[in-house]
Structures are given as structure tokens and as C-alpha cells.
């Protein structure tokens, strides 16, 4: 055997090692009797694993914190890799050998097929014994990340989006300022006004942050579904084409990128925002803690300055005037889960619940609480600890925090799809097949092959070939 077939082969031989110990690893019975040891002074150990919260001391705050209402339960941090797909192949490669871990960071949406496999520690008993509702605490979104009827996840950040303007390119243009009853249109129409070229490149008037999303977004937020009641595909729904038809109109204006441009561009909306290079951008919650570390941790944008504009956020945009104003589809980023594994099932509810509802060093933890004081959520956004260990404070005007906590306490959200179609893997399954096809074919409309009508035809013709496909499979 050559040494090429022979690195082959154990390259092979390692990769079936890992695939079995995973599968093996989901067999509940395997997993019994897994954790920690006791810590050496016989007090319970904890083992919470993420990413992100070694930085600046965050994790050390933390556990100071929790030591400080529970000094009888040891927690120790490891940090995974500090991205969100190297984080989560690491996350399964550690469930998959049995290492003990007890309270782990995961994403909102992965959850759910770890704990459909017994992976993960059912949270619903201990809530129940706690009097904790999860959706009044959190919101009624969390109904869709339900597993058997219970929860296995809390979040610690959830997805959102507004819309971030010039206040002063604005003021210089003579228009009045967006709020909650705008529309898609009227967004459309300030994005051609405020668009300019000059000597040192063009300022858009309009650019998503994400940019993946830009055609969905106002889509779902105003209660469209992917499948109709019928539990057929709704690409040949009116308002798709309107979604279309507005973003392909902004891009041919000049009043925005393509989104080709965007993403060969690797370009990021919420900077071109901050180097006035865009008018309006849709931004998340996450857009001034990340100003904050450009600002503070690299001294770009302005450093301790900051940015040299005024500016405001509100509401994102309506679909058209039958939209509902301030509503928005939330769905959780991230959050925590604990290992089924646990030998100290109840201590890591407790934990996870901590990270969620307590620690409001975590980025986010404070917007995913809908009891959270105003003063923890303002500084979350207004209180920055840099690299060097430096604690800045007094970032953001009090109108854009006021405007940021309004628009956390009043968005109106649109729930994921319940009953018969919205519960069914099919559903699901046709969503990320649905967004996969759009994904593929999108360059033949904004490119100018096809006509709207024709891509929606294409668009439909392939979901409804996927959908045939999905309910043979699931029939058997």
C-alpha cells in the first residue's frame, strides 16, 4: 500500500471512529453516569462551555457573580472556538466522546434535533418546579423551539432587525425622518433621494446588513408563509413579487448594492453606515456593541470620538400599508442547553437560567429578557470594557438608547407557523428548501435574465418538485 492509500485509509478509519462514537453518544443509556468529579473541596462542579467570554475577563465576571449567590456550586469555563461553525463542529465532537460538560452555549436553532436525539437535558420539568415560563419571560417565540412539548434551550440572544439612518444626511435632503409606518415603498423612495455619488465613491441610500435575508424579512414579518393553507409553496404569492420588485428597483436606481456586489464586496453594512457611505442600513441589535468594538478595541470609526453624524434608529419597515406596524418575526440566535448527561441535572437548569435571565455581561442577554431593568439594558449598549482592560461609559446619545429599548419592549412578534403545516417536518424542510432554491437562482432576476414572472414560475416549478419529493419520503 502506498503512504498516499495509507494516510487515506486512516483518515477513513478516523472519521467512522468519530461518526460511531456520535451516533453511540445519542443512545441515552450510553451516556448515564457521565460528568464532572466533585470539585476538590466537595462542592458541586460545573462545566460551562462556549465561545467568546474569555475576552476582556467577561467569563471571570460571570462566574464572580454567580459565586456570589451561589457559593456551594463550582463552575469552570472552557472556551470552543471563536466562531460560530468551528464552535458547534467542536460541540459535537465533545458530545460525541463523552466529554463532561454540563451547561453548554448552542445555537437556537440546533438545539432541536440534539434533543430530539436525548442529547440534551429536558428543561420543562425544572421550569415547571421553578414556576419559570419560559415564553412570559422570554416571549411567545419560544413556543416554536418546543421539543415533545417542552423546552431544552433558553436563549441569550435573539435575532431582530431595524433600521439605523443619517439623521443629518436627512436634515440636508429636506425629508422627514422613518418610523414604524413606513413602508417598503415610501423606504424605496428616501433611498433614491439620499443616494449621491461623489469624489470619494458612491453613498447608498439603502443596504441590508443581511443581505441573505433582505427579500424574506418584510415578507415574514408581514405573516406570508412559505406554504399555503393548502400546504402548497407560495413563491406565486403577490407579495413575493412585491419584495422583489422593490429591491430589484433600489439596486437598478443606484440607491442600493446588488446583492452580488455585497457579498463580492464583503461588505458590511453597519460600517459602510458608520463611514457614511450609506443613508439607511437594516442593522440588528448587535449593530452598536459592534461599533463598540471597532471603536474602542481597534480605534476605527472615530475611536473615543466616535462618529461624527447624528443619527437615529426605529422600527423596521412594513412590507406595504397592510403590514402591521412594529412586527417582526424574532426567532433566537444563541442561547444555553445542558448535557443529558449531567450528573447535576437540577444545578445546570439553575446555571443555564442564570446565563439567561442574570448574567447581563453576555451580549444580548439583556434583550432576550423581557423583564430586564432599563438600566441593564441601556448598558448593555452605553458601557463598553475594551481590550485593554479600559471601562468606557457614556457611548450612545440617550435618543438612540430610548429609541433601541422602545423598539425591543414594543416589537410585535409574528410567530412561526403552528397547527398542521407549521408543525410538521415537512414544513420545516421546505422552508430551508424553499430559501436554498431562491438562493440559487436569484442572479437570473436581479441580473436581468428573467422577468419576474418567469423567476417566480422557475421558483415555484422547483418547490413544487422539492415538496413532491419530501411527502414521498416522509410517506415512505
Known amino acids: 500500500m502506498t503512504n498516499a492509500k495509507k494516510t487515506l485509509a486512516a483518515a477513513a478509519a478516523i472519521i467512522l471512529l468519530l461518526a460511531a462514537a456520535y451516533w453511540w453518544a445519542r443512545i441515552p443509556e450510553s451516556r448515564l453516569g457521565e460528568g ?11 462545566i460551562w462551555v462556549g465561545y467568546g467570554n474569555s475576552n476582556g475577563g467577561k467569563a471571570k465576571r460571570i462566574i464572580d457573580k454567580w459565586y456570589r449567590q451561589h457559593p456551594d456550586i463550582e463552575i469552570e469555563y472552557r472556551e470552543f472556538p471563536n466562531n460560530p461553525a468551528e464552535y458547534m463542529k467542536s460541540l459535537d465532537v ?8 454540563d451547561v453548554m452555549m448552542m445555537n437556537g436553532r440546533e438545539h432541536i434535533f440534539r434533543a430530539k436525539e436525548g442529547v440534551l437535558l429536558d428543561f420543562g420539568p425544572f421550569m415547571k418546579a421553578d414556576g419559570f415560563d419560559a415564553a412570559e419571560r422570554f416571549g411567545s417565540y419560544m413556543e416554536e423551539l418546543q421539543v415533545k412539548n417542552s423546552y431544552y434551550f433558553m436563549p441569550s440572544s435573539i435575532q431582530y432587525s431595524m433600521l439605523f439612518y443619517n439623521k443629518d444626511m436627512f436634515d440636508a435632503a429636506g425629508l422627514a425622518y422613518p418610523d414604524e409606518n413606513t413602508t417598503l415603498q415610501e423606504l ?39 406554504l399555503d393553507e393548502s400546504g402548497q409553496p407560495q413563491f406565486t404569492d403577490g407579495r413575493f413579487k412585491q419584495a422583489l420588485e422593490w429591491y430589484k428597483g433600489l439596486q437598478d436606481a443606484g440607491a442600493a448594492p446588488s446583492f452580488e456586489q455585497i457579498e463580492l464586496a464583503k461588505w458590511d453594512a453597519r460600517f459602510l453606515f458608520a463611514e457614511r457611505q450609506a443613508a439607511m442600513i437594516e442593522g440588528d441589535w448587535e449593530t452598536p456593541l459592534l461599533w463598540n468594538m471597532r471603536r474602542f478595541d481597534d480605534g476605527l470609526l472615530g475611536g473615543d470620538k466616535g462618529m461624527d453624524f447624528r443619527y437615529g434608529v426605529t422600527f423596521y419597515p412594513r412590507l406595504n400599508e397592510e403590514g402591521k406596524p412594529k412586527a417582526f418575526r424574532l426567532s ?57 482592560n479600559r471601562t468606557v461609559t457614556g457611548i450612545y446619545p440617550a435618543e438612540v ?57 422557475l421558483l415555484q416549478e422547483e418547490a413544487e418538485a422539492e415538496l413532491l419529493k419530501a411527502n414521498i419520503t416522509e410517506g415512505g
Not at 465533545?94 to 460538560?101: D, F, G, K, Q, S
Not at 433566537?332 to 442547553?337: K, L
Open 401 to 457: 438608547l430610548d429609541s433601541l429599548k422602545r423598539i425591543r419592549d414594543e416589537t410585535a412578534a409574528v410567530d412561526e407557523p403552528r397547527g398542521a403545516e407549521g408543525s410538521s417536518a415537512v414544513y420545516q424542510n421546505m422552508e430551508r428548501a424553499m430559501r436554498d432554491i431562491y438562493a440559487r437562482n436569484k442572479g437570473l432576476y436581479f441580473n436581468g435574465k428573467l422577468s419576474a414572472d418567469d423567476f417566480i414560475r
Open 94 to 101: 465533545a458530545l460525541a466522546v463523552n466529554e463532561p460538560m
Open 332 to 388: 433566537a440566535e444563541w442561547g444555553y442547553a445542558a448535557n443529558a448527561a449531567t450528573k447535576h441535572p437540577a444545578e445546570a437548569y439553575r446555571f443555564a437560567k442564570f446565563l439567561t435571565t442574570e448574567a447581563i455581561e453576555l451580549p444580548g442577554a439583556v434583550s432576550t429578557n423581557l423583564q430586564a431593568n432599563e438600566g441593564d439594558f441601556r448598558g448593555m449598549f452605553d458601557s463598553y470594557i475594551d481590550k485593554r
Open 188 to 226: 424605496a423612495g428616501l433611498a433614491g433621494r439620499l443616494s449621491v455619488v461623489r469624489e470619494s465613491g458612491r453613498v447608498y441610500g439603502f443596504v441590508p446588513t443581511v443581505w441573505q435575508d433582505a427579500i424574506f424579512m418584510p415578507l415574514l414579518n408581514s405573516g406570508w408563509l412559505f
Open 36 to 46: 464532572e468529579p466533585p470539585a476538590a473541596d466537595g462542592r458541586i462542579k460545573l
